[in-house]
Protein backbone atom coordinates (compact mmCIF):
# COMPACT_ATOMS: atom_id res chain seq x y z
CA UNK A 1 0.00 0.00 0.00
CA UNK A 2 1.53 3.78 -0.96
CA UNK A 3 0.40 5.88 1.51
CA UNK A 4 -0.24 9.28 1.45
CA UNK A 5 -0.37 12.13 4.08
CA UNK A 6 -2.35 15.02 4.00
CA UNK A 7 -1.87 18.31 6.21
CA UNK A 8 -3.32 19.67 7.78
CA UNK A 9 -5.90 17.73 8.80
CA UNK A 10 -8.35 20.31 9.30
CA UNK A 11 -8.15 23.98 8.49
CA UNK A 12 -11.37 26.96 9.33
CA UNK A 13 -10.17 30.17 8.42
CA UNK A 14 -12.16 33.68 7.07
CA UNK A 15 -13.08 34.15 3.51
CA UNK A 16 -10.77 35.92 1.97
CA UNK A 17 -7.48 34.49 3.41
CA UNK A 18 -4.92 32.58 1.42
CA UNK A 19 -4.00 28.81 2.21
CA UNK A 20 -1.92 25.50 0.95
CA UNK A 21 -2.69 22.29 1.91
CA UNK A 22 -0.06 19.51 1.43
CA UNK A 23 0.14 15.83 0.02
CA UNK A 24 3.33 14.03 0.99
CA UNK A 25 4.73 10.44 0.35
CA UNK A 26 7.76 7.62 0.06
CA UNK A 27 6.32 6.26 -3.30
CA UNK A 28 6.77 7.87 -6.88
CA UNK A 29 3.42 8.08 -8.54
CA UNK A 30 2.80 8.17 -12.41
CA UNK A 31 0.04 10.41 -11.83
CA UNK A 32 -1.72 12.71 -8.79
CA UNK A 33 -4.99 13.91 -8.82
CA UNK A 34 -6.81 16.16 -6.67
CA UNK A 35 -10.90 15.69 -5.37
CA UNK A 36 -13.42 17.79 -3.38
CA UNK A 37 -15.58 15.65 -1.71
CA UNK A 38 -19.18 17.45 0.08
CA UNK A 39 -21.29 15.68 2.80
CA UNK A 40 -22.80 12.92 1.08
CA UNK A 41 -21.51 13.20 -2.00
CA UNK A 42 -18.78 10.93 -3.46
CA UNK A 43 -15.35 12.74 -4.51
CA UNK A 44 -14.96 15.09 -7.74
CA UNK A 45 -11.85 15.31 -9.40
CA UNK A 46 -10.71 18.53 -9.43
CA UNK A 47 -7.67 18.24 -11.22
CA UNK A 48 -4.74 15.43 -12.78
CA UNK A 49 -1.02 16.81 -12.62
CA UNK A 50 1.06 13.84 -14.40
CA UNK A 51 4.67 15.99 -15.17
CA UNK A 52 7.13 16.32 -12.27
CA UNK A 53 7.44 20.00 -11.75
CA UNK A 54 3.74 20.51 -13.84
CA UNK A 55 1.73 23.13 -12.10
CA UNK A 56 -2.27 23.68 -13.04
CA UNK A 57 -4.45 26.37 -12.27
CA UNK A 58 -8.35 26.52 -11.77
CA UNK A 59 -9.91 29.61 -11.44
CA UNK A 60 -8.42 30.37 -7.76
CA UNK A 61 -6.91 27.04 -6.85
CA UNK A 62 -3.23 26.38 -7.94
CA UNK A 63 -2.25 22.64 -8.18
CA UNK A 64 2.22 21.58 -8.03
CA UNK A 65 3.30 18.41 -8.78
CA UNK A 66 6.79 18.01 -6.87
CA UNK A 67 9.89 17.27 -9.14
CA UNK A 68 10.37 13.57 -7.55
CA UNK A 69 6.22 13.00 -8.34
CA UNK A 70 6.45 12.10 -4.68
CA UNK A 71 4.16 15.33 -3.36
CA UNK A 72 1.64 17.83 -4.52
CA UNK A 73 0.34 21.00 -3.26
CA UNK A 74 -3.13 22.72 -3.52
CA UNK A 75 -2.81 26.71 -2.72
CA UNK A 76 -6.18 28.56 -2.75
CA UNK A 77 -6.25 31.96 -3.17
CA UNK A 78 -8.97 34.64 -1.70
CA UNK A 79 -11.13 31.16 -0.07
CA UNK A 80 -14.73 31.40 -0.33
CA UNK A 81 -17.60 29.59 1.49
CA UNK A 82 -18.28 27.45 -1.58
CA UNK A 83 -14.68 26.30 -1.26
CA UNK A 84 -15.55 24.05 2.01
CA UNK A 85 -14.89 20.57 1.94
CA UNK A 86 -12.67 17.29 1.87
CA UNK A 87 -9.73 17.73 -0.50
CA UNK A 88 -8.33 14.78 -0.90
CA UNK A 89 -5.20 13.82 -3.08
CA UNK A 90 -5.26 10.67 -4.56
CA UNK A 91 -1.79 8.89 -6.21
CA UNK A 92 -2.19 6.57 -9.34
CA UNK A 93 0.29 3.86 -8.76
CA UNK A 94 2.50 1.83 -11.64
CA UNK A 95 0.93 -1.29 -12.65
CA UNK A 96 -2.75 -1.50 -11.86
CA UNK A 97 -4.62 1.39 -12.73
CA UNK A 98 -5.83 2.21 -9.07
CA UNK A 99 -6.11 4.93 -6.69
CA UNK A 100 -4.05 5.47 -3.62
CA UNK A 101 -6.44 8.18 -1.55
CA UNK A 102 -4.81 10.43 0.91
CA UNK A 103 -5.92 11.01 4.58
CA UNK A 104 -7.96 14.46 3.26
CA UNK A 105 -7.73 18.09 4.34
CA UNK A 106 -10.96 19.23 5.93
CA UNK A 107 -11.59 23.09 4.88
CA UNK A 108 -13.75 25.15 6.26
CA UNK A 109 -14.48 28.70 4.75
CA UNK A 110 -16.00 31.13 7.47
CA UNK A 111 -18.39 34.18 6.00
CA UNK B 1 -25.22 12.35 -18.77
CA UNK B 2 -26.49 10.39 -16.15
CA UNK B 3 -23.79 9.32 -13.34
CA UNK B 4 -22.41 6.38 -11.41
CA UNK B 5 -26.02 4.94 -9.38
CA UNK B 6 -25.74 3.66 -6.25
CA UNK B 7 -28.22 2.26 -3.34
CA UNK B 8 -29.17 2.24 -1.19
CA UNK B 9 -28.06 5.40 -0.19
CA UNK B 10 -28.39 4.50 3.76
CA UNK B 11 -28.59 1.29 5.60
CA UNK B 12 -28.75 0.14 9.33
CA UNK B 13 -28.00 -2.88 10.04
CA UNK B 14 -26.64 -5.08 13.73
CA UNK B 15 -23.78 -6.71 13.66
CA UNK B 16 -24.06 -10.61 12.14
CA UNK B 17 -26.17 -9.07 9.31
CA UNK B 18 -25.60 -9.27 5.70
CA UNK B 19 -26.22 -5.88 3.50
CA UNK B 20 -25.96 -5.76 -0.66
CA UNK B 21 -24.47 -2.49 -2.41
CA UNK B 22 -26.04 -2.09 -5.76
CA UNK B 23 -23.81 0.29 -8.39
CA UNK B 24 -24.92 1.11 -11.95
CA UNK B 25 -21.70 2.48 -14.08
CA UNK B 26 -21.67 5.44 -16.34
CA UNK B 27 -22.88 4.27 -19.71
CA UNK B 28 -19.69 2.59 -21.53
CA UNK B 29 -17.18 2.70 -18.63
CA UNK B 30 -15.38 -0.49 -18.63
CA UNK B 31 -13.95 -0.08 -15.14
CA UNK B 32 -15.47 -0.07 -11.81
CA UNK B 33 -14.65 0.31 -8.71
CA UNK B 34 -15.46 -0.03 -5.15
CA UNK B 35 -14.27 1.86 -2.34
CA UNK B 36 -14.86 2.25 1.40
CA UNK B 37 -14.39 5.48 2.94
CA UNK B 38 -14.69 5.38 7.07
CA UNK B 39 -15.29 8.72 8.78
CA UNK B 40 -12.26 10.58 8.92
CA UNK B 41 -10.01 8.90 6.46
CA UNK B 42 -9.77 8.91 2.53
CA UNK B 43 -11.47 6.05 0.43
CA UNK B 44 -9.60 2.66 0.67
CA UNK B 45 -9.88 0.72 -2.61
CA UNK B 46 -11.66 -2.51 -1.89
CA UNK B 47 -12.02 -3.70 -5.47
CA UNK B 48 -11.53 -3.20 -9.27
CA UNK B 49 -13.32 -4.56 -12.03
CA UNK B 50 -12.41 -3.96 -15.88
CA UNK B 51 -15.52 -5.60 -17.72
CA UNK B 52 -16.87 -8.38 -16.02
CA UNK B 53 -13.02 -9.39 -14.40
CA UNK B 54 -11.00 -8.65 -11.32
CA UNK B 55 -8.27 -6.63 -11.97
CA UNK B 56 -7.74 -6.25 -8.51
CA UNK B 57 -9.30 -7.00 -4.91
CA UNK B 58 -6.31 -7.61 -2.41
CA UNK B 59 -7.61 -5.07 -0.05
CA UNK B 60 -10.74 -7.09 -0.23
CA UNK B 61 -11.55 -9.05 2.93
CA UNK B 62 -12.69 -12.10 1.82
CA UNK B 63 -13.86 -13.71 4.28
CA UNK B 64 -16.63 -11.41 4.80
CA UNK B 65 -16.99 -9.50 1.64
CA UNK B 66 -18.00 -10.38 -2.07
CA UNK B 67 -18.35 -8.30 -5.16
CA UNK B 68 -19.53 -9.27 -8.44
CA UNK B 69 -19.83 -7.84 -12.00
CA UNK B 70 -21.14 -10.61 -14.01
CA UNK B 71 -22.35 -8.99 -17.07
CA UNK B 72 -19.45 -6.11 -17.15
CA UNK B 73 -22.09 -3.45 -16.10
CA UNK B 74 -24.18 -3.40 -12.54
CA UNK B 75 -21.94 -4.30 -9.47
CA UNK B 76 -23.07 -6.06 -6.41
CA UNK B 77 -20.55 -5.86 -3.00
CA UNK B 78 -21.73 -7.68 -0.16
CA UNK B 79 -21.17 -8.30 3.50
CA UNK B 80 -21.91 -11.00 5.01
CA UNK B 81 -21.72 -11.38 8.59
CA UNK B 82 -21.23 -7.56 9.04
CA UNK B 83 -18.92 -6.49 12.16
CA UNK B 84 -18.80 -2.91 13.80
CA UNK B 85 -15.87 -2.07 11.93
CA UNK B 86 -17.45 -1.84 8.77
CA UNK B 87 -19.40 1.19 9.34
CA UNK B 88 -18.28 2.89 6.62
CA UNK B 89 -19.30 4.87 3.47
CA UNK B 90 -19.24 2.74 0.39
CA UNK B 91 -18.12 4.04 -3.13
CA UNK B 92 -18.73 3.33 -6.52
CA UNK B 93 -16.93 4.97 -9.19
CA UNK B 94 -16.22 4.31 -12.69
CA UNK B 95 -13.64 5.09 -15.42
CA UNK B 96 -13.72 5.45 -18.83
CA UNK B 97 -10.10 5.97 -19.16
CA UNK B 98 -7.16 4.97 -16.62
CA UNK B 99 -7.25 7.65 -13.72
CA UNK B 100 -10.06 9.30 -14.41
CA UNK B 101 -13.13 8.07 -12.09
CA UNK B 102 -16.32 9.52 -11.54
CA UNK B 103 -17.71 8.75 -8.21
CA UNK B 104 -21.17 7.68 -6.82
CA UNK B 105 -22.83 9.52 -3.99
CA UNK B 106 -22.27 6.31 -2.00
CA UNK B 107 -23.94 4.10 0.33
CA UNK B 108 -23.83 4.55 3.99
CA UNK B 109 -23.37 1.82 6.58
CA UNK B 110 -24.20 1.79 10.07
CA UNK B 111 -23.69 -1.57 12.13
CA UNK B 112 -24.85 -1.74 15.45
Known amino acids: TQLLEQSPQFLSIQEGENLTVYCNSS?????LQWYRQEPGEGPVLLVTVVTGGEVKKLKRLTFQFGDARKDSSLHITAAQPGDTGLYLCAGEGTGANNLFFGTGTRLTVIP | EAGVAQSPRYKIIEKRQSVAFWCNPISGHATLYWYQQILGQGPKLLIQFQNNGVVDDSQLPKDRFSAERLKGVDSTLKIQPAKLEDSAVYLC??????????FGEGSRLTVL
Open chain 1, 27 to 31: SVFSS
Open chain 2, 93 to 102: ASSPNPGELF
